[in-house]
């Protein structure tokens, strides 16, 4: 059997990454959407992604996509699902791996972000987007909650030094519900992951709330479930 024949035989297909970056501000989980720039669906908004370059893996592109479009490197990414069916890009057969990361809203290059005319929306009001990309976030979402759950989520989205109501503000944000705020301290001082520093935040009351910082942690760490998913 003639193996190279076997392999040119074959239908060649595109590949791609999209990305899903979530950042975080005001008590709000965001999500960085684009217009996008060439057709088809010219104009209407989209992810950020791109195409797999022949020396490239597809984290090294969503490594590259990343940097070029929030100006950030060494950022926490996770791989989300792949999207292969045949009609899902009217402009060509595509098959993409969805990435889900997430940013610190204070660290990224606005102007970057500006410059190709992105805008962040909370993602309790998000816009239509194009192809399949909407199924896209909703399985990052629920993959971000899935990791929230038994890895402390917070360290890629608050500022360094952080109070457990910001703490808790997220996780409620990022699932989307309420918790019990008494439940939610008890749980992280079990899990021993946050250091209390000796200055507060008294702008909320006037006793003030002390804040935290994360430990370093192993990121291979397994810990108890902070909260059910």
């Not at 035989?9 to 950042?23: E, L, M």
């Not at 629920?142 to 703490?167: D, H, M, N, R, V």
Request: net charge neutral; glycine share 4%.
């Amino acid at each position: 059997m003639n193996y190279l024949n076997l392999y040119q035989n074959q239908p060649k297909y595109n590949v791609a990454v999209d990305c899903i970056v979530f950042g975080y501000e005001n008590d709000e989980l965001k999500l960085l959407l684009y217009p996008r720039h060439l057709p088809p669906s010219q104009g209407e908004w989209s992810l950020m992604g791109g195409f797999v370059q022949e020396d490239e893996s597809m984290e090294e592109t969503t490594i590259r996509v990343l940097k070029q479009s929030v100006g950030l490197e060494n950022i926490f990414m996770e791989q989300v699902h792949a999207f292969s069916k045949p009609e899902r890009d009217p402009g060509a057969r595509v098959i993409c791996m969805a990435f889900y990361a997430l940013i610190r809203l204070d660290q990224h290059d606005k102007d970057l972000v500006d410059s190709y005319g992105a805008k962040w929306f909370p993602i309790s009001n998000l816009p239509k987007l194009i192809f399949d990309h909407d199924d896209m976030v909703k399985l990052a979402l629920e993959k971000l909650q899935q990791t929230a759950s038994y890895k402390l989520i917070g360290k890629e989205l608050l500022p360094e030094q952080f109070t457990l109501t910001q703490l808790h503000n997220l996780y409620n944000t990022i699932f989307q519900r309420k918790f019990d705020a008494g439940n939610f301290r008890k749980k992280l001082s079990s899990l021993n992951l946050l250091q209390r520093l000796t200055i507060k935040d008294t702008g909320s009351s006037k006793r003030g709330a002390y804040y935290y910082m994360f430990k370093e942690q192993s990121e291979d760490l397994i810990i108890e479930r902070i909260v059910k998913v």
